[in-house]
Antibody, heavy 123, light 109 residues
Framework: QLQLQESGPGLVKPSETLSLTCSVS??????????WGWIRQPPGKGLEWIGS???????YYNPSLKSRVTMSVDTPKNQFSLKLSSVTAADTAVYYCARLVDDSSGDYYFDIWGQGTLVTVSS | SYEVTQSPSVSVSPGQTARITCSGDALPKQYTYWYQQKPGQAPVLVIY???ERPSGIPERFSGSSSGTTATLTISGVQAEDEADYYCQSAENSGTYGGVFGGGTKLTVL
């Protein structure tokens, strides 16, 4: 049974870089059927896709965040990571990692989600 | 940037039918996916490819799409269905994430 678990600091100072890791268990991150993604949700607000990565390292980012986002994958550890630079209070959110699956038409959707981790940006 | 739009809230009594809509200019050519999110929990996929139901999702959940509007229908609503529902789609294929609607709060009276 696939499980995803986010980890990283719960508090980040303004202007610094937010760093999170998602550990995947129950399947290989190298499975060619899947992409792996990050989504965030500010308190009391809706969901926002941040970016997605393939095991080969190919990345796709939300254009609104692209200048600040870097995603990477560590296949030996079965993990993938998110870095968001120059954070402000507006980046305070619950951050989810998730698996994306191809619906066979070229579109992808999130079928398995981690439990999420709250990251607060504050001095 | 591309957006999909949901109405903020829907209220129904137990046993009634709830309909939650999602509008977007690209929906005639792009699939819509629906997620249920209960307080303090991660979202759960309830509908994919407009009208497919993942295993384990009750049959009372169904989806449809016509023109620029996709609809999530919950027949015979139960108290446990009270949650936020989000649609997800994309302007073009190969986006690997796309956009989420703002969410619809379903209240079971």
């Amino acid at each position: 049974q696939l499980q995803l678990q986010e980890s990283g600091p719960g508090l980040v100072k303004p202007s610094e870089t937010l760093s999170l890791t998602c550990s995947v268990s129950g399947d290989s991150i190298r499975n060619s059927r899947y992409y792996w993604g990050w989504i965030r949700q500010p308190p009391g607000k809706g969901l926002e896709w941040i970016g997605s990565i393939y095991y080969s390292g190919n990345t796709y980012y939300n254009p609104s965040l692209k200048s600040r986002v870097t995603m990477s994958v560590d296949t030996p550890k079965n993990q993938f990571s998110l870095k968001l630079s120059s954070v402000t209070a507006a980046d305070t959110a619950v951050y989810y990692c998730a698996r994306l699956v191809d619906d066979s038409s070229g579109d992808y959707y999130f079928d398995i989600w981690g439990q999420g981790t709250l990251v607060t940006v504050s001095s | 940037s591309y957006e999909v739009t949901q109405s903020p809230s829907v209220s129904v009594s137990p046993g009634q039918t709830a309909r939650i809509t999602c509008s977007g200019d690209a929906l005639p050519k792009q699939y819509t996916y629906w997620y249920q999110q209960k307080p303090g929990q991660a979202p759960v996929l309830v509908i994919y490819k407009d009208n497919e139901r993942p295993s384990g999702i009750p049959e009372r959940f169904s989806g449809s799409s016509s023109g620029t509007t996709a609809t999530l229908t919950i027949s015979g609503v139960q108290a446990e269905d009270e949650a936020d529902y989000y649609c997800q789609s994309a302007e073009n294929s190969g986006t690997y994430g796309g956009v989420f609607g703002g969410g619809t709060k379903l209240t079971v009276l």
